[in-house]
């Protein structure tokens, strides 16, 4: 019973930040285009989080007649689901779920959601969405073969496929340090896999308006946006853990979050979108062959590690 109370808290808590992960964005990229950002509601626009979701739930939800409603209409439900589910891999001082193949598990979950956008944008039965739907798919999948590859090479070095024992490891010395092309790799990779700037190719305004969610309105359009910033506060949260020596025993730990989450704000209003080949020529030609050859070096550090030892 503990342990589901302690869950439903977790998400509790990851929704309130998502809320309040919403309104520094605005703030964030209002002060890069020197402009003030929300401001009216509330002390410093502090309830505008609040004011948003109240409008969003409240507008009427318009459905495409011709559209695959029930697939249509639970997407976003589920796309919100695993994204919070996603959150039970975390570890805690009072270990919620430790359970010892926390990393597999995030590898599992963060695939499934492809189903999702790839189901949303075909059940909208609108072209646009459609092909935003296809493109964000083959984004999703190419960035995930070379983002399991570079997490291949850190649980070669933990040894251990559970998210903790990163943190027992970086205790003196922290992984930004040892495999430093490899954390920025996995930033970039991260920004691909969450669909944010300069990748967020679902929503090349000129031709795909909104890319796969353009058919959604109301609750399920503010559901896609929740599990949109549910898996970046958590993708900053691995991060942490990875290779920013993530003891989540301190309150360092929270400041790290929120200076990977704040990067993934700076990115979106400070580079313009990248060409779509050229995205696909990044993973394929440039991340898979590198992460491979560090894949490989780790390897043998290790093993030559072992064999000094024994």
Same mark, same amino acid.
């Given at each position: 019973?503990?342990?589901?109370?302690?869950?439903?808290?977790?998400?509790?808590?990851?929704?309130?930040?998502?809320?309040?992960?919403?309104?520094?964005?605005?703030?964030?990229?209002?002060?890069?285009?020197?402009?003030?950002?929300?401001?009216?509601?509330?002390?410093?626009?502090?309830?505008?989080?609040?004011?948003?979701?109240?409008?969003?739930?409240?507008?009427?939800?318009?459905?495409?007649?011709?559209?695959?409603?029930?697939?249509?209409?639970?997407?976003?439900?589920?796309?919100?689901?695993?994204?919070?589910?996603?959150?039970?891999?975390?570890?805690?001082?009072?270990? %919620?779920?430790?359970?010892?193949? #926390?990393? @597999? /598990? &995030? +590898?599992?979950?963060?695939?499934? !959601?492809?189903?999702?956008?790839?189901?949303?944008?075909?059940?909208?039965?609108?072209?646009?969405?459609?092909?935003?739907?296809?493109?964000?798919?083959?984004?999703?999948?190419?960035?995930?073969?070379?983002?399991?590859?570079?997490?291949?090479?850190?649980?070669?070095?933990?040894?251990?496929?559970?998210?903790?024992?990163?943190?027992?490891?970086?205790?003196?010395?922290?992984?930004?340090?040892?495999?430093?092309?490899?954390?920025?790799?996995?930033?970039?990779?991260?920004?691909?896999?969450?669909?944010?700037?300069?990748?967020?190719?679902?929503?090349?305004?000129?031709?795909?308006?909104?890319?796969?969610?353009?058919?959604?309105?109301?609750?399920?359009?503010?559901?896609?946006?929740?599990?949109?910033?549910?898996?970046?506060?958590?993708?900053?949260?691995?991060?942490?853990?990875?290779? %920013?020596?993530?003891?989540?025993? #301190?309150? @360092? /730990? &929270? +400041?790290?979050?929120?200076?990977? !989450?704040?990067?993934?704000?700076?990115?979106?209003?400070?580079?313009?979108?990248?060409?779509?080949?050229?995205?696909?020529?990044?993973?394929?030609?440039?991340?898979?062959?590198?992460?491979?050859?560090?894949?490989?070096?780790?390897?043998?550090?290790?093993?030559?590690?072992?064999?000094?030892?024994?």
């Amino acid at each position: 019973m503990l342990l589901f109370i302690s869950m439903f808290v977790l998400l509790i808590c990851v929704l309130i930040s998502v809320a309040f992960l919403t309104l520094l964005e605005r703030k964030v990229l209002g002060y890069i285009q020197i402009r003030k950002g929300p401001n009216k509601v509330g002390f410093l626009g502090i309830l505008q989080p609040f004011g948003d979701a109240i409008k969003l739930f409240t507008k009427e939800q318009v459905y495409p007649f011709m559209s695959n409603f029930n697939i249509y209409y639970l997407c976003p439900i589920i796309n919100l689901f695993l994204a919070l589910f996603l959150w039970m891999a975390m570890p805690f001082i009072g270990m %919620l779920f430790s359970f010892n193949y #926390s990393i @597999l /598990f &995030f +590898l599992v979950i963060s695939s499934l !959601s492809v189903y999702t956008i790839m189901l949303a944008g075909w059940s909208s039965n609108s072209n646009y969405s459609l092909i935003g739907g296809l493109r964000s798919v083959a984004q999703t999948i190419s960035y995930e073969v070379s983002l399991a590859l570079i997490l291949m090479s850190f649980l070669f070095l933990i040894m251990d496929f559970n998210i903790s024992s990163l943190m027992k490891y970086q205790k003196y010395s922290w992984f930004l340090f040892l495999c430093l092309p490899l954390c920025l790799m996995w930033f970039v990779s991260s920004l691909a896999e969450t669909n944010r700037t300069p990748f967020d190719f679902a929503e090349g305004e000129s031709e795909l308006v909104s890319g796969f969610n353009v058919e959604y309105s109301s609750g399920g359009f503010a559901l896609i946006f929740l599990a949109e910033y549910a898996s970046i506060l958590f993708m900053s949260m691995l991060c942490s853990m990875m290779f %920013l020596g993530g003891n989540f025993n #301190s309150w @360092l /730990f &929270f +400041l790290k979050l929120l200076f990977m !989450s704040f990067l993934w704000l700076w990115v979106r209003g400070t580079l313009p979108r990248y060409r779509y080949d050229k995205l696909m020529y990044l993973t394929w030609k440039s991340y898979l062959p590198v992460s491979l050859n560090f894949l490989m070096f780790y390897i043998g550090l290790i093993l030559f590690n072992l064999s000094n030892i024994f």
